[in-house]
C-alpha cells in the first residue's frame, strides 16, 4: 500500500474511533499489535500481542474491558478476553496476548469494548488484517521515484508475513552494491507487518550518487527459508 494512503486510513480510522468514543464514553486509543499501528489489510503475526490506551474523564472510571478476535471470512469469534479492575481508575492499558495461533490467509479484525462505572460502554474496532504461512515480502515500493537526492530521500517500505533478518541493497544497473543496510528479526526493519526506511541518494562512502536507474534488493531470511524481492529506483538530479 502507498505510503500516503497507509497514513490516510491509519489516520481515518483513528478520526472515526475518537467519534465513536465521544458519543459513547472512555476515550480508546489506536488498537496496537505487537506496538505497531496498521493500516487496512496489513499482515499481522499469527498471536499478536494487542494493546491499547484506555481513558475515562473524572469522575468517571474503567470498571472492565473485552477483547474479541474475529475471523471476517468465516465470521467466527477466534479467541476473546475479559478483564475486571479490582480498583477502577480513569486510566487504563488494555494488554491481550493472542495464545491461539490465527489460521492462515484469513482476514481478522479485533474489537474492544470498555465499560465504565456509569454502565456505558465505549467500543472500538482494529483494522482488518491478515496472517500469513511462511515468509513472505509483499509491497515493496519506494516513493517518490524518480526522486531528486537534492531535495529529499526516496522512502522505501515493505511488508513481511514473519519476523526475519532484512538486508537491503542498492545496486547500480552494472551489478555493482552501492549501499546497503541490514536489520535483524523483531527489529524495526525486520517485523512481521509493515516496514519502512529511507534512502537519501549516497553511496556507502556518502557521495552522491549519479543519475540512473538502481536496483532496489530485499534479501529476508528465516531459519531455513529466503525470499528474495527486487525494484527499480530511478535517481534524477
Known sequence: MPKSKRVYGIML???????SVQITGAGIDSIQFNEKLIADRDIVASQPLITAYVREISPNKIVSW?????????????EQKTTVITVPSTNEWVVFQVTKPLRPNNLYQATLKVQSDTGVISSANSAIFLVKEGLEITGFLNAPNPFNPNQGNTSLEYMLSKDADVKLAIFSISGEEVWSVSYLGGQDGGRVGFNTMVWNGRNKWQDMVANGVYIGVIVAKSGMEKRIVKRKIAVLK
Open 13 to 19: 480510522g483513528f478520526f472515526l474511533w475518537m467519534v
Open 66 to 78: 473485552n477483547v474479541q478476535i474475529k475471523d471476517i471470512t468465516s465470521h467466527e469469534l477466534i
